[in-house]
């Protein structure tokens, strides 16, 4: 009787398991908390020593600038009526190409588009420094957090990925002038009511500054957000007592979100309205 009581209750428990997984599992729209945590400036890595790129590229931003195309090239891809695309003409880079290394899970700056292309603001400025030079584009995607080294170590002219300047990375490579301002951003499932109240940084702060850590915040690996939750004193954030859980890119820590997998997102702005977007449509 006992051996069959203890089989009957073990079926149970796995029953109730997998009930309970299947609950948490249950997808649910997100919602960005349209609040700005921190303010910083993007800006393309060049490696050290090399001058006549960093002046070619400065060039080119002033005179986009002056002109108003940078701003126009930037707008045309948050409003959605960007049509430019890049799709590399080589598997690897020959010699004499301009080489950018990048992350291609960070729209609108670059992603992949429909056709399997490369598409956004870092990648059609790419394209425009690699005709100004004469040279062939090369897209390298990889990890957001190789970047800085690749650069470094001179296996990629550029970094493209919508990379915040500071004081580390500025001991390895070079920056160009900034051509965008962004901020970071905290996101959470449609049904979540935490941060609802909220209506300055200080309110969100003093939230997570109450959470522990059986509260995960998903964040991109290497990127400012990661800093931000984590702390860092290079960029001088002191961090909360929550687990930050860092991902390869931040669409995969917005839907393990969506799957109540974790319980909030940091993610710079723009990036997580526009995925937000996309895994709301589903």
């Known amino acids: 009787?006992?051996?069959?009581?203890?089989?009957?209750l073990s079926a149970a428990l796995i029953v109730a398991m997998a009930l309970s997984l299947t609950a948490c599992s249950k997808s649910e729209k997100v919602k960005v908390i349209d609040i700005e945590l921190t303010e910083e400036d993007y800006a393309f890595a060049i490696q050290k020593g090399n001058t006549a790129l960093l002046d070619e590229v400065n060039a080119y931003l002033a005179e986009s600038k002056a002109s108003g195309a940078l701003n126009t090239l930037i707008n045309s891809y948050f409003n959605g009526e960007a049509t430019f695309s890049y799709k590399n003409k080589t598997n690897t880079p020959a010699t004499g190409d301009f080489v950018v290394a990048t992350n291609a899970y960070f729209p609108p700056f670059e992603s992949y588009?429909?056709?399997?292309?490369?598409?956004?603001?870092?990648?059609?400025?790419?394209?425009?420094?690699?005709?100004?030079l004469g040279k062939n584009l090369f897209i390298k995607d990889m990890d957001f957090d190789g970047i800085i080294d690749d650069v470094k170590n001179g296996d990629s002219d550029i970094g493209m990925a919508g990379i915040t300047v500071d004081d580390t990375r500025k001991i390895k490579v070079d920056f160009a002038d900034g051509y965008y301002t962004s901020a970071q951003v905290i996101v959470v499932r449609e049904g979540d009511t935490t941060f609802d109240g909220c209506t300055s940084v200080e309110d969100v702060e003093a939230i997570?500054?109450?959470k522990t850590s059986s509260y995960?915040?998903?964040t991109q690996a290497g990127t400012?957000?990661?800093m931000y939750s984590h702390g860092d004193e290079d960029f001088g954030y002191e961090g909360f007592g929550v687990n930050t859980k860092a991902y390869n890119t931040g669409a995969l820590a917005m839907t393990?979100?969506?799957?109540g997998k974790i319980n909030a997102v940091i993610l710079?702005?723009?990036?997580a309205l526009m995925i937000a977007k996309k895994i709301n449509k589903k």
Request: glycine share 6%; proline share 2%; aromatic share 8%.
């Open 256 to 259: 393990d979100l969506s799957n």
């Open 224 to 226: 400012t957000g990661y």
């Open 113 to 132: 588009n429909d056709d399997s292309a490369f598409y956004g603001v870092d990648i059609e400025i790419a394209y425009n420094i690699a005709q100004r």
């Open 268 to 271: 710079d702005k723009q990036p």
């Open 208 to 210: 997570l500054k109450a």
């Open 1 to 8: 009787m006992k051996k069959v009581l203890t089989v009957l």
């Open 216 to 218: 995960i915040i998903g």
